[in-house]
């Protein structure tokens, strides 16, 4: 690589620096299950399956999301940032009751995605939604577009971020699905904790894959999809609602 | 030529704000503070850093935000964690890495708006 | 055609240097606020993540609607050759630049990180109706400057009409791209309307009409000119007919969502439970922004007093802003429906009706946008010929428009 990145230099020295990143990166890692160099594919979605009968009165997902991701609030529920929180439901009608962790759906079609006038609100390819901040203007038009009240703004200075999720004043954040962890292969921490902790209600997985076990769950019991009436194929199904 | 034409001007452009500091302006503005705790070498040499580390960046960023590319060798995370100073673990600060040559320049960073300027501590097992 | 004389306004007495000073006072209390606001974060507001948008936005859509429907009187006198408005439509098209521009200040200075205004301008999603409104707010500054010199510019005279036509088009779909903000807004239950976009355009004209007239009244009294009376009550009318399309609109919107089922509880909340807003919605919005101006301007006692069209117009301002205010606050304090049928609460106050309280920063903020607004017509009609050095009745041929 090396002569060819000489010979870039020579024509304009800021094309060379843009250019010669590509070639010059594939040397350095090996691959590994999906490896750092090879990017999010359309192959997979991303999704989970949360079953409320299993779902306990706890807060394990809740914790251990705020904790992996570095969310701290200063107890002002309403301008904290809430990645992830639990629901409690009652029927109107039969007084049946239930809980539920409820966060970013990762729509197929997000509504969040559509109305971000940057594109700084967008869906990787794996299906995971997510923000970035580097082109994030603040305006909340994605928090007033969210079916599910999922997206936080930031309302006050952060400080002590995790290295691998930067956050800050003044941009828009919510569940990442933790891409960091799903990038490395693991799975999200909420999910970790819930079969830690938990109920074990919770599966990750990837939604194409008819080996996998979210796959499989998915196909020998109903499962629903919050909003279903907005039609916009959420990559998070819940069971027993 | 164009080879050297531009490797000149890269020097000078790299040179100029060190020299002319050195005999005008020593009393005014604070030099920065270049001072690398850990040794070896960096992504790329010295002046090219100096000049495009900010396009290295920017690229590296949309491939990691967008794609999900995390290729270590151009993260600020790797950046951080050679610079980061010894005393403080931080780029940022009076003698910070970044913060003390950034306020030489008068240019403001954003990045650590979001990021955190700390060297992530070491733990034992952890696979980066 | 009788020529018209315009002339710019002295700007030397006291009371212009008085105003000015206030204004910018007002200025500066909205940048102070911008600032409080980025330097603290918005916990400094009342605003919240269950109140995402709040006072800073009523009064930027305010203004924004406003400002488009300011150029009414332009577009009446140009596209639909009333000769009457003529003489008018300078400082229609000078009040409608101006007003914009006290929005837009607001709406930017709002955002999370007003730095990044840059990146608004050179990323686009073309899906998203804010992406488009940028480009209509941008171009609806060059559309109506483009007109202003066709009248300002005695050579370009003779493309007045098609000028005022694009600029009339032109804020239709400005104002049908603001109301879209909200009718594009498929999860939440008191948006997602096709309504919207012309429930705002009829709202443009009359909060737009409501404030010219108020300007005009203010520039020209104290400035000394003849205001005829003829030209006054037929602006005051056609304010009234502008008042009552909004109640018909507003009237339609809720009748549909009341035989809508899943809206009832909405309505409920809107119209009779929902505490300061249904206050606001029947006393400062029907009564005091619908009833009173229709009254004043429609009665034969008072419709020829000017005391009562000024009245009028600053009672159509005051239910404007509570139209807006119950749209855009009211609109999100009522919890969102996630799980129909079902009751549900969380440390996010889901299924709570939101609270919300306007904070000094925000309202500070949107004053200052009103300021801005105000201090840039008053500069304007100082600096160029906008406004007649007379607007007295009588002109032979005035009278038949």
Same mark, same amino acid.
């Given at each position: 690589?090396?002569?060819?990145?000489?010979?870039?230099?020579?024509?304009?020295?800021?094309?060379?620096?843009?250019? %010669?990143?590509?070639?010059?990166?594939?040397?350095?890692?090996?691959?590994?299950?999906?490896?750092?160099?090879?990017?999010?594919?359309?192959?997979?979605?991303?999704?989970?399956?949360?079953?409320?009968?299993?779902?306990?009165?706890?807060?394990?997902?809740?914790?251990?999301?705020?904790?992996?991701?570095?969310?701290?609030?200063?107890?002002?529920?309403?301008?904290?940032?809430?990645?992830?929180?639990?629901?409690?439901?009652?029927?109107?009608?039969?007084?049946?009751?239930?809980?539920? &962790?409820?966060?970013?759906?990762?729509?197929?079609? &997000?509504?969040?995605?559509?109305?971000?006038?940057?594109?700084?609100?967008?869906?990787?390819?794996?299906?995971?939604?997510?923000?970035?901040?580097?082109?994030?203007?603040?305006?909340?038009?994605?928090?007033?577009?969210?079916?599910?009240?999922?997206?936080?703004?930031?309302?006050?200075?952060?400080?002590?971020?995790?290295?691998?999720?930067?956050?800050?004043?003044?941009?828009?954040?919510?569940?990442?699905?933790?891409?960091?962890?799903?990038?490395?292969?693991?799975?999200?921490?909420?999910?970790?904790?819930?079969?830690?902790?938990?109920?074990?209600?919770?599966?990750?997985?990837?939604?194409?894959?008819?080996?996998?076990?979210?796959?499989?769950?998915?196909?020998?019991?109903?499962?629903?999809?919050?909003?279903?009436?907005?039609?916009?194929?959420?990559?998070?199904?819940?069971?027993?609602? | 030529?164009?080879?050297?034409?531009?490797?000149?001007?890269?020097?000078?452009?790299?040179?100029?704000?060190?020299?002319?500091?050195?005999?005008?302006?020593?009393?005014?503005?604070?030099?920065?503070?270049?001072?690398?705790?850990?040794?070896?070498?960096?992504?790329?040499?010295?002046?090219?850093?100096?000049?495009?580390?900010?396009?290295?960046?920017?690229?590296?960023?949309?491939?990691?935000?967008?794609?999900?590319?995390?290729?270590?060798?151009?993260?600020?995370?790797?950046?951080?964690?050679?610079?980061?100073?010894?005393?403080?673990?931080?780029?940022?600060?009076?003698?910070?890495?970044?913060?003390?040559?950034?306020?030489?320049?008068?240019?403001?960073?954003?990045?650590?708006?979001?990021?955190?300027?700390?060297?992530?501590?070491? %733990?034992?097992?952890?696979?980066? | 055609?009788?020529?018209?004389?315009?002339?710019?306004?002295?700007?030397?007495?006291?009371?212009?240097?008085?105003?000015?000073?206030?204004?910018?006072?007002?200025?500066?209390?909205?940048?102070?606020?911008?600032?409080?606001?980025?330097?603290?974060?918005?916990?400094?507001?009342?605003?919240?993540?269950?109140?995402?948008?709040?006072?800073?936005?009523?009064?930027?859509?305010?203004?924004?609607?406003?400002?488009?429907?300011?150029?009414?009187?332009?577009?009446?006198?140009?596209?639909?050759?009333?000769?009457?408005?003529?003489?008018?439509?300078?400082?229609?098209?000078?009040?409608?630049?101006?007003?914009?521009?006290?929005?837009?200040?607001?709406?930017?200075?709002?955002?999370?990180?007003?730095?990044?205004?840059?990146?608004?301008?050179?990323?686009?999603?073309?899906?998203?109706?804010?992406?488009?409104?940028?480009?209509?707010?941008?171009?609806?500054?060059?559309? +109506?400057?483009?007109?202003?010199? %066709?009248?300002?510019?005695?050579?370009?005279?003779?493309?007045?009409?098609?000028?005022?036509?694009?600029?009339?088009?032109?804020?239709?779909?400005?104002?049908?791209?603001?109301?879209?903000?909200?009718?594009?807004?498929?999860?939440?239950?008191?948006?997602?309307?096709?309504?919207?976009?012309?429930?705002?355009?009829?709202?443009?004209?009359?909060?737009?009409?409501?404030?010219?007239?108020?300007?005009?009244?203010?520039?020209?009294?104290?400035?000394?000119?003849?205001?005829?009376?003829?030209?006054?009550?037929?602006?005051?009318?056609?304010?009234?007919?502008?008042?009552?399309?909004?109640?018909?609109?507003?009237?339609?919107?809720?009748? %549909?969502?009341?035989?809508?089922?899943?809206?009832?509880?909405?309505?409920?909340?809107?119209?009779?439970?929902?505490?300061?807003?249904?206050?606001?919605?029947?006393?400062?919005?029907?009564?005091?922004?619908?009833?009173?101006?229709?009254?004043?301007?429609?009665?034969?006692?008072?419709?020829?007093?000017?005391?009562?069209?000024?009245?009028?117009?600053?009672?159509?301002?005051?239910?404007?802003?509570?139209?807006?205010?119950?749209?855009?606050?009211?609109?999100?304090?009522?919890?969102?429906?996630?799980?129909?049928?079902?009751?549900?609460?969380?440390?996010?106050?889901?299924?709570?009706?939101?609270?919300?309280?306007?904070?000094? &920063?925000? +309202?500070?903020?949107?004053?200052?946008?009103?300021?801005?607004?105000?201090?840039?017509?008053?500069?304007?009609?100082? +600096?160029?010929?906008?406004? &007649?050095?007379?607007?007295?009745?009588?002109?032979?041929?005035?009278?038949?428009?």
């Amino acid at each position: 690589m090396k002569p060819e990145r000489r010979r870039f230099l020579g024509w304009t020295a800021a094309a060379a620096a843009a250019a %010669t990143l590509g070639p010059g990166l594939r040397l350095v890692e090996l691959a590994l299950a999906r490896s750092p160099e090879e990017a999010a594919s359309t192959l997979q979605r991303w999704g989970l399956l949360i079953d409320t009968a299993s779902c306990s009165d706890c807060d394990a997902c809740v914790t251990a999301c705020h904790e992996e991701n570095g969310v701290r609030g200063h107890n002002r529920p309403l301008t904290d940032a809430q990645w992830i929180r639990k629901v409690s439901l009652r029927d109107r009608r039969t007084g049946f009751a239930q809980t539920l &962790p409820l966060m970013c759906q990762h729509c197929e079609h &997000p509504p969040c995605v559509d109305v971000c006038p940057t594109g700084a609100s967008f869906r990787r390819a794996d299906g995971i939604v997510l923000v970035d901040k580097h082109t994030c203007i603040g305006c909340r038009y994605c928090v007033m577009a969210c079916p599910f009240g999922a997206r936080s703004f930031v309302h006050e200075p952060v400080s002590g971020q995790k290295p691998d999720v930067p956050r800050g004043k003044g941009t828009v954040e919510s569940c990442t699905l933790c891409v960091h962890r799903v990038d490395r292969g693991e799975t999200p921490a909420c999910v970790e904790a819930c079969n830690r902790d938990g109920g074990a209600a919770m599966v990750f997985g990837d939604l194409n894959d008819a080996a996998g076990e979210l796959h499989r769950r998915l196909r020998t019991a109903p499962s629903t999809q919050l909003r279903a009436d907005l039609a916009l194929n959420t990559g998070v199904r819940y069971q027993g609602l | 030529m164009a080879r050297i034409a531009a490797a000149i001007l890269a020097a000078s452009l790299a040179a100029a704000p060190l020299a002319d500091a050195g005999e005008k302006r020593a009393g005014r503005v604070a030099l920065p503070v270049v001072k690398i705790t850990k040794g070896g070498d960096c992504v790329a040499p010295t002046d090219e850093m100096r000049r495009n580390h900010m396009e290295m960046l920017l690229h590296q960023r949309d491939r990691t935000m967008r794609q999900g590319l995390r290729e270590k060798r151009f993260s600020l995370k790797n950046c951080v964690e050679c610079h980061a100073s010894r005393d403080t673990g931080s780029v940022l600060g009076k003698e910070g890495f970044c913060s003390s040559c950034h306020a030489y320049a008068s240019v403001k960073i954003d990045c650590f708006e979001c990021h955190t300027p700390m060297r992530q501590v070491p %733990t034992a097992g952890a696979p980066r | 055609m009788a020529s018209v004389q315009y002339r710019e306004i002295e700007g030397r007495s006291v009371g212009f240097y008085g105003l000015l000073s206030g204004l910018a006072l007002v200025i500066a209390g909205g940048l102070a606020a911008a600032w409080a606001m980025e330097h603290h974060g918005h916990v400094i507001t009342g605003m919240s993540n269950r109140i995402v948008w709040g006072t800073p936005h009523v009064f930027a859509v305010f203004l924004i609607v406003a400002a488009s429907g300011a150029l009414n009187v332009a577009s009446v006198a140009s596209v639909f050759g009333r000769e009457l408005y003529k003489p008018l439509s300078r400082l229609s098209g000078l009040l409608a630049v101006a007003l914009l521009a006290g929005g837009l200040a607001v709406l930017v200075l709002d955002l999370g990180r007003p730095d990044r205004l840059i990146v608004a301008m050179t990323h686009y999603n073309f899906k998203s109706i804010f992406a488009w409104n940028i480009f209509l707010y941008t171009g609806f500054f060059a559309v +109506v400057a483009l007109y202003l010199w %066709t009248q300002l510019e005695r050579r370009m005279n003779g493309y007045t009409r098609p000028a005022g036509m694009l600029a009339f088009l032109w804020r239709l779909v400005l104002t049908t791209g603001t109301g879209s903000i909200f009718g594009f807004l498929v999860a939440r239950q008191p948006y997602d309307s096709a309504l919207l976009a012309p429930l705002f355009i009829v709202m443009s004209f009359s909060f737009g009409m409501a404030v010219f007239l108020l300007v005009l009244m203010a520039a020209c009294h104290w400035s000394g000119r003849v205001l005829g009376d003829a030209l006054l009550e037929r602006l005051g009318r056609l304010l009234g007919v502008f008042v009552a399309a909004v109640l018909y609109f507003v009237a339609v919107h809720h009748l %549909t969502n009341l035989y809508i089922a899943r809206q009832t509880d909405l309505e409920r909340f809107l119209l009779w439970d929902g505490g300061i807003y249904p206050l606001l919605f029947w006393v400062v919005q029907i009564l005091i922004g619908g009833v009173v101006p229709l009254v004043l301007l429609f009665s034969g006692r008072t419709s020829r007093a000017r005391g009562a069209l000024a009245a009028a117009a600053a009672c159509v301002v005051a239910g404007g802003f509570a139209q807006v205010y119950v749209i855009i606050i009211g609109g999100q304090a009522y919890p969102q429906l996630i799980f129909p049928g079902k009751e549900m609460s969380s440390s996010f106050l889901d299924g709570v009706v939101a609270g919300y309280v306007p904070s000094l &920063p925000e +309202v500070a903020l949107g004053l200052g946008g009103v300021g801005l607004a105000l201090a840039l017509t008053v500069l304007g009609l100082k +600096v160029l010929p906008f406004l &007649p050095r007379s607007l007295a009745d009588g002109k032979p041929d005035s009278a038949t428009a």
